[in-house]
Nanobody, 126 residues
Framework: QLQLVESGGGLVQPGGSLRLSCAAS????????IGWFRQAPGKEREGVSC????????NYADSVKGRFTISRDNAKNTVYLQMNSLRPEDTAVYYC???????????????????WGQGTQVTVSS
């Protein structure tokens, strides 16, 4: 069964950090770009960050630049999202998704991803 599984979410105080993981099973991530998305209650799903299949190209939403870092370890078949200086407005369900191809020039669009995870809740609150 081909699937992506996110983990690492939780409750954290403002200014704190979390590291999300996106692990693939049933297929290798070597040939897939990975994107992280989030969706807060009552809001549309938004792109947070993406990384090319090689790891050589990354992109970030303006709202998370300088605070979040995306990385990948293809040997572990896992992609990470390090989130620092978290704010209450970062509260959302975070999803990872995989798109076949290198995607070195841009992030795939929402409908260009092949696989999605089930999401992990991140809550930033004091």
């Amino acid at each position: 069964q081909l699937q992506l599984v996110e983990s690492g979410g939780g409750l954290v105080q403002p200014g704190g950090s979390l590291r999300l993981s996106c692990a693939a099973s049933g297929f290798t991530l070597d040939y897939y770009a990975i994107g992280w998305f989030r969706q807060a209650p009552g809001k549309e799903r938004e792109g947070v960050s993406c990384i090319s299949s090689s790891g050589g190209s990354t992109n970030y939403a303006d709202s998370v630049k300088g605070r979040f870092t995306i990385s990948r370890d293809n040997a572990k078949n896992t992609v990470y999202l390090q989130m620092n200086s978290l704010r209450p407005e970062d509260t959302a369900v975070y999803y990872c998704a995989a798109a076949g191809g290198s995607w070195s020039r841009r992030c795939p669009g929402l409908d260009e991803y092949d696989y999605w995870g089930q999401g992990t809740q991140v809550t930033v609150s004091s």
